[in-house]
């Protein structure tokens, strides 16, 4: 499992992802809320004692495990913001949550055409989107040692240590400005879209 911090998008995709399996899935609630509580994600993963076969050898000391990291809670509002103003400007939720199996191909493509239009002026409302890499897809770089694997993650045949050579075959993306509405104290960011009732 890579260790690289997934993007902006990435953690909206992994959260709103996370929240229905939490639903869904007792076991799975239980290992994230281990998880929260800094202990194992399942107890049988926790490592168990071994003994040494002979009581006069001396064990070789063990290297200290790293440090746990430290997680932050994150507050799902900016994510559910988000996600009313892609169903208010592209009716997401409605295009995600439609039975799509029983259209044509022409119903569904006309269909994405409209919520690619409302997604992609959302995003360009709210977002700065800018790529992580200058350089074309295909350009060969270099990656130095101690480049950040936050924002550059290596796919192939990884073997070594850097510095590595190697094509871009994406660009990566990230956000360099965030202009999200204010909300008012009352507001309740699950609502996505209220209900509509026509008189």
């Known amino acids: ?3 690289t911090n997934p993007s902006f998008l990435g953690r ?3 959260a709103v992802g996370t929240f229905f399996s939490i639903l869904g899935n007792g076991d799975f609630a239980a290992s994230v809320l281990r998880l929260r509580n800094g202990e194992p994600a399942s107890p ?3 490592p168990t004692p071994t003994r040494t076969s002979s009581p006069a050898a001396t064990p070789a000391p063990q ?3 790293p440090a746990a990291p430290v997680l932050k809670e994150a507050t799902p509002d900016a994510a559910l913001q988000l996600l009313g103003l892609l169903q208010r400007d592209a009716r997401f939720i409605d295009f995600v949550e439609e039975d799509i199996k029983g259209y044509s191909d022409a119903d569904i493509g006309a269909a994405a055409r409209l919520v690619h239009e409302g997604c992609r002026a959302t995003l360009r409302e709210h977002f700065t989107i800018l790529p992580v890499r200058d350089e074309a897809e295909g350009s060969r770089v270099t990656l130095p040692e101690g480049f950040d694997a936050s924002s550059i993650r290596l796919t192939g ?3 070594g ?3 590595f050579k190697g094509s871009i075959s994406h660009r990566g993306w990230r956000v360099d400005e965030v202009r999200l509405p204010k909300l008012a104290d009352g507001h309740n960011a699950k609502v996505i879209a209220p209900a509509e009732v026509e008189l």
């Open 12 to 14: 909206i995709s992994l």
């Open 161 to 163: 240590s850097a510095p």
């Open 157 to 159: 045949n990884v073997v």
């Open 44 to 46: 049988a993963s926790a």
């Open 63 to 65: 290297p200290k495990p």
């Open 1 to 3: 499992m890579s260790d």
